[in-house]
């Protein structure tokens, strides 16, 4: 199901915002509220798991159907409703450009279908969807399928930015993408500042750290150089906005407080 195909049923991420939400009357901080945040539906998984074969045998899915359709079904019963339901990433376990990829998307933007009309979704590229080391044409493939690889929406009075993270792992075959998605993320910085947001959060797929920001390099997080340009940049803009309340979320969910 492609872009235009789908885009009746889908807010997508444009001009590096969503349209399900309107800047101007989402700025103001209202109280509380809450949003879903999942990660990994990853279609394919389970059956290239149980195989031992994670790069070639997702030829089965029909697990991670039933387990998404019983996520959509719970958030659907949750009154009041959430927000937003945000995916963080690896939406399906094909790589792009290798078998079922095109199957596996289609049937998971089928199951999402059934989310409220009144829950936007949110959904955040991950490596499986853009490849472990991203070109241009995977990033416009996403982008194509699923909106923006990196955007910003206001809900609430709370600013939230949603990141391309393979970026930061490796953009060696795609430079220019990733400088544009760093200045364009120094800008929204600047603006959580200016605007003084109640809070300012964001999501991402990597992980800057699993436990500590000194903790060693390992596949599951961002090297340490990375993570402590992204740590001071998120810090810089703590200290210029004089608020206490910035979030970084990528696969777990966290207590926003």
Same mark, same amino acid.
């Given at each position: 199901?492609?872009?235009?195909?789908?885009?009746?049923?889908?807010?997508?991420?444009?001009?590096?915002?969503?349209?399900?939400?309107?800047?101007?009357?989402?700025?103001?901080?209202?109280?509380?509220?809450?949003?879903?945040?999942?990660?990994?539906?990853?279609?394919?998984?389970?059956?290239?798991?149980?195989?031992?074969?994670?790069?070639?045998?997702?030829?089965?899915?029909?697990?991670?159907?039933?387990?998404?359709?019983?996520?959509?079904?719970?958030?659907?019963?949750?009154?009041?409703?959430?927000?937003?339901?945000?995916?963080?990433?690896?939406?399906?376990?094909?790589? %792009?450009?290798?078998?079922?990829?095109?199957?596996?998307?289609? &049937?998971?933007?089928?199951?999402? =279908? #059934? $989310?409220? !009309?009144?829950?936007?979704?949110?959904?955040?590229?991950?490596?499986?969807?853009?490849?472990?080391?991203?070109?241009?044409?995977?990033?416009?493939?996403?982008?194509?399928?699923?909106?923006?690889?990196?955007?910003?929406?206001?809900?609430?009075?709370?600013?939230?930015?949603?990141?391309?993270?393979?970026?930061?792992?490796?953009?060696?075959?795609?430079?220019?993408?990733?400088?544009?998605?760093?200045?364009?993320?120094?800008?929204?910085?600047?603006?959580?500042?200016?605007?003084?947001?109640?809070?300012?959060?964001?999501?991402?797929?990597? %992980?800057?750290?699993?436990?500590?920001?000194?903790?060693?390099? &390992?596949?599951?997080?961002?090297? =340490? #150089? $990375?993570? !402590?340009?992204?740590?001071?940049?998120?810090?810089?803009?703590?200290?210029?906005?004089?608020?206490?309340?910035?979030?970084?979320?990528?696969?777990?969910?966290?207590?926003?407080?």
């Amino acid at each position: 199901m492609s872009f235009a195909e789908a885009g009746d049923v889908f807010h997508r991420a444009r001009g590096r915002t969503l349209d399900a939400f309107s800047s101007e009357k989402e700025k103001e901080w209202k109280g509380p509220f809450y949003f879903i945040q999942g990660a990994d539906p990853q279609f394919g998984l389970m059956k290239a798991w149980s195989t031992g074969d994670c790069d070639n045998g997702g030829d089965e899915w029909e697990q991670e159907i039933r387990l998404t359709e019983k996520a959509v079904e719970a958030i659907n019963k949750l009154s009041p409703k959430p927000k937003f339901f945000v995916l963080c990433g690896d939406l399906i376990h094909a790589m %792009p450009g290798t078998p079922w990829q095109k199957e596996q998307t289609k &049937d998971l933007q089928q199951v999402l =279908k #059934a $989310v409220h !009309k009144d829950i936007p979704l949110v959904f955040v590229s991950g490596n499986h969807d853009l490849g472990n080391v991203p070109t241009a044409e995977t990033v416009k493939d996403f982008c194509q399928t699923w909106g923006d690889d990196y955007f910003s929406f206001w809900v609430g009075g709370v600013l939230f930015l949603v990141l391309n993270s393979q970026f930061f792992y490796d953009a060696s075959k795609c430079p220019a993408l990733k400088q544009a998605q760093d200045r364009w993320l120094d800008q929204q910085l600047s603006i959580a500042g200016q605007q003084r947001c109640q809070h300012a959060i964001v999501f991402q797929h990597i %992980p800057l750290f699993l436990q500590s920001i000194d903790e060693e390099d &390992d596949y599951f997080n961002l090297t =340490k #150089a $990375v993570r !402590k340009e992204l740590a001071d940049k998120f810090t810089r803009a703590v200290v210029t906005g004089k608020k206490q309340g910035r979030r970084y979320l990528t696969h777990e969910p966290k207590l926003i407080r």
